[in-house]
T-cell receptor, first 112, second 110 residues
Framework: EAQVTQNPRYLITVTGKKLTVTCSQNMNHEYMSWYRQDPGLGLRQIYYSMNVEVTDKGDVPEGYKVSRKEKRNFPLILESPSPNQTSLYFC???????????FGEGSRLTVL | GQQLNQSPQSMFIQEGEDVSMNCTSSSIFNTWLWYKQDPGEGPVLLIALYKAGELTSNGRLTAQFGITRKDSFLNISASIPSDVGIYFCAVIQGAQKLVFGQGTRLTINP
């Protein structure tokens, strides 16, 4: 089954404790992206990757890092999480047309 | 920053009613998309519009790409309980960046 898989789905952590949210897709898509969803703000892009070893900042990259060492994986790294990073995070991928994104089920992160 | 204005932010309707929501921008875009997010899930693409003036249907859903290329609307006819969720408009900015509206949360009373 074609899918985008995120882990963990739910996480409660404390300020400053590094964490990684993994994202994997099995559709051989070149393009992958991370979004955060906050009430009243919709989905805002954090980082995206056009292909392996090619990443770029989205609209809200501060406090986040990403890597794209393999085509299928695009982890999101929070080196020192802060409470304002409490949010619902989505990973997405597509073969070519950026509009037709396939989304994961989301990872709800709470930073205390 | 936020470039799309989506309205209304929320809707409370009775089952069977028609729904209309829209999205506007101060900039011109060549592609408009509509996504739906079911509770607890990620968004799923409903309709993609690639041509100004285009009217596209997908079952009970109809979406139009405004002639000015600065707006789009989505209509849902004869709503049913499974239509509940958040609807997002989106545009493609540049080569590969997708920008979303704030979303319209649809609640249906049976």
């Amino acid at each position: 089954e074609a899918q985008v898989t995120q882990n963990p789905r739910y996480l409660i952590t404390v300020t400053g404790k590094k964490l990684t949210v993994t994202c994997s897709q099995n559709m051989n898509h070149e393009y992958m992206s991370w979004y955060r969803q906050d009430p009243g703000l919709g989905l805002r892009q954090i980082y995206y990757s056009m292909n392996v070893e090619v990443t770029d900042k989205g609209d809200v990259p501060e406090g986040y890092k990403v890597s794209r060492k393999e085509k299928r994986n695009f982890p999101l790294i929070l080196e020192s999480p802060s409470p304002n990073q409490t949010s619902l995070y989505f990973c997405a991928s597509t073969r070519g047309v950026a509009g037709e994104l396939f989304f994961g089920e989301g990872s709800r992160l709470t930073v205390l | 920053g936020q470039q799309l204005n989506q309205s209304p932010q929320s809707m409370f309707i009775q089952e069977g009613e028609d729904v209309s929501m829209n999205c506007t921008s101060s900039s011109i875009f060549n592609t408009w998309l509509w996504y739906k997010q079911d509770p607890g899930e990620g968004p799923v693409l409903l309709i993609a519009l690639y041509k100004a003036g285009e009217l596209t249907s997908n079952g009970r859903l109809t979406a139009q790409f405004g002639i000015t290329r600065k707006d789009s609307f989505l209509n849902i006819s004869a709503s049913i309980p499974s239509d509940v969720g958040i609807y997002f408009c989106a545009v493609i900015q540049g080569a590969q960046k997708l920008v979303f509206g704030q979303g319209t949360r649809l609640t249906i009373n049976p």
